[in-house]
Nanobody, 134 residues
């Protein structure tokens, strides 16, 4: 059984930083897409960033970001700890929301990790709240 657990959310002022963590257990895919999504109250869940781990990447970068976070957010992983991270800098009030970690439920090629998977293609964590005040 795959389990994802996020942590690191909290309340910060605009311009501040937070680092979210996602600890995974039971994940066995060797070509996987690890993604971060967020959902603000009353809005649909939206893709934030992805990190591809696998052998079918065709040479492209293994990270991808939504335009609204590019240059401010960074995804990374600690393989030894089986943990993925989302470093969020220069936070804005519009970044507030519930942040979810997700991992593809089957092996994928790298290109699919660029926001090409549907919600049902992922395992999901429970989310961690991020609140940015102005």
């Amino acid at each position: 059984q795959v389990q994802l657990e996020e942590s690191g959310g909290g309340s910060v002022q605009a311009g501040g930083s937070l680092k979210l963590s996602c600890v995974a257990s039971g994940y066995r895919n060797i070509n996987g897409c690890w993604a971060w999504f967020r959902q603000a109250p009353g809005q649909e869940r939206e893709w934030v960033a992805s990190f591809y781990i696998g052998y079918m990447s065709s040479g492209d970068s293994n990270t991808a970001y939504a335009d609204f976070v590019r240059g401010r957010f960074t995804v990374s992983r600690d393989r030894a700890k089986n943990t993925h991270y989302l470093q969020m800098d220069s936070l804005e009030p519009e970044d507030s929301g519930l942040y979810y970690c997700a991992a593809s439920s089957f092996n994928v090629v790298g290109a699919m990790c660029r926001n090409k998977l549907s919600s049902s293609d992922y395992y999901w964590g429970q989310g961690t709240q991020v609140t940015v005040s102005s």
